[in-house]
């Protein structure tokens, strides 16, 4: 069926690394633009980063900009999160989302079930 | 960047009532807004793009409007289903800022 599985998550030292996957099945991914969200347990959700269809644009919030990485392989229907220098507040739950284009505008109509990434040492 | 705020931030209410949810905006998105629906230890689920298209699927309870900076989410009849936390999203440009979110609880 239609679905995102992410995988990757754990509990990493400060400073480490960490690589998350999102794992597409249902749906040609190599079709949509796909983007990872984050939420630290009991708050709210924060727009990481995107990359376009075909790989050749990508955008990173500024709170992960240098330390964290997007990438996706289409032919093996995966989008990645690459994390490096990981920091106490990047300790959240990593959704992966489809992203569809409407007017001028986008929306996310298809999430994974998250993976947590915990940053303690 | 553009930033969202949501009005209540927390709603008490009873099944059947109508609820309505204020997502504004620091700046005009035209109507590039979505409406998301999350509950406990789940991911988000799309209800409402383009400030007023309906997801399908989803309930025709929930509707949208609104453009520039201010948006509404209302539930007409509000069912034990819909408990749950409401976010806005802009997607007009990068970074596609989330609001921080509505509580609806039972009251």
């Known amino acids: 069926q239609v679905q995102l599985v992410e995988s990757g998550g754990g509990v990493v030292q400060p400073g480490r690394s960490l690589r998350l996957s999102c794992a597409a099945s249902?749906?040609?991914?190599?079709?949509?633009?796909m983007h990872w969200v984050r939420q630290v347990p009991g708050k709210g959700l924060e727009w990481v980063a995107l990359?376009?269809?075909?790989?050749?644009?990508?955008?990173?919030a500024d709170s992960v900009k240098g330390r964290f990485t997007i990438s996706r392989d289409n032919s093996k229907n995966t989008l990645n999160l690459q994390m490096s220098s990981l920091q106490v507040e990047d300790t959240a739950v990593y959704y992966c989302?489809?992203?569809?284009?409407f007017g001028t505008g986008w929306y996310f109509d298809l999430w994974g079930q998250g993976t947590l990434v915990t940053v303690s040492s | 960047d553009i930033q969202l705020t949501q009005s209540p931030s927390f709603q008490f209410a009873s099944v059947g009532d109508r609820l309505t949810i204020t997502c504004r905006a620091s700046?005009?998105?035209?109507?590039?807004l979505a409406w998301y629906q999350q509950k406990p230890g789940r991911a988000p689920n799309l209800l409402i793009y383009?400030?007023?298209t309906l997801q399908s699927g989803v309930p025709s309870r929930f509707s949208g409007s609104g453009s520039g900076t201010e948006f509404t989410l209302t539930i007409s009849s509000l069912q034990p289903d819909d408990f749950a936390t409401y976010y806005c999203?802009?997607?007009?440009?990068?970074?596609?800022?989330f609001g921080p979110g509505t509580k609806v609880g039972i009251k």
């Open positions: 989302a489809r992203g569809r284009t």
């Open positions: 249902g749906f040609t991914f190599g079709s949509y633009t």
């Open positions: 990359m376009s269809y075909d790989g050749t644009k990508k955008s990173h």
């Open positions: 700046h005009g998105i035209s109507s590039n």
């Open positions: 383009g400030a007023s």
């Open positions: 999203q802009q997607l007009n440009g990068y970074p596609f800022t």
